[in-house]
């Protein structure tokens, strides 16, 4: 076992629902394995409040989170970052800034739920199956022995976590 910590980034295009809800989730889920972090390439500059009160519903703190640009962690004094997952497609389909470190990178992306229009049960709905898709991906990343494979073996199982239910395309549209 090693005492190694971790820094994973999870990058939207908004920064203010599904990557929001994956920090909080590998926060609360990684035991203290990880610093956890979230990020967009074109913020919205605020939380989505469906975000916010799907945390809340489930257990988990929802304050302190903001919508912020991935520019933060580009930078040569940002942490250096072990994984980079992109949780929409929109994100995933961007160039993204050279990542100090050379991270793992994965995408896992589900659908959008900021985007589903209709009645306030309608948009919970979506929230609440947007966020456990996100805890079926944490808890299966959460498992995995970081410290005891290599990384064509780790970076394979990245790629299948980002398959499982509810997985969308890298070049669908999103956000």
């Known amino acids: 076992m090693t005492d190694r910590i971790y820094n994973v980034l999870f990058l939207c295009t908004g920064n203010s629902a599904r990557s929001i809800m994956a920090e909080a989730l590998l926060r609360e889920r990684g035991a203290g394995r990880f610093n956890v972090f979230s990020a967009g390439s074109h913020p919205k500059g605020e939380v989505n409040p469906y975000a916010l009160k799907t945390l809340e519903t489930m257990g988990l703190p929802s304050e302190g989170y903001r919508s912020k640009s991935w520019d933060e962690f580009a930078r040569p004094d940002a942490p250096r970052m072990d994984f980079v997952f992109t949780v929409c497609d929109s ?5 993204c800034p050279a990542w100090p470190g050379q991270p793992m990178t994965a995408h896992w992306g589900i659908e959008d739920p900021a985007a589903v229009e209709g009645s306030d049960i309608e948009k919970q709905r979506a929230f609440a199956t947007a966020f456990r898709y996100l805890r079926n991906r944490v808890d299966q990343f959460c498992a995995i022995p970081l410290h005891r494979l290599d990384k ?9 976590i980002g398959e499982m239910e509810g997985a969308t395309s890298p070049n669908a549209t999103a956000e």
């Not at 994100?91 to 160039?95: C, N, Q």
């Not at 064509?152 to 299948?160: C, D, I, P, V």
């Open 91 to 95: 994100a995933a389909g961007e160039a």
């Open 152 to 160: 064509l073996a780790l970076s394979q199982r990245l790629r299948e």
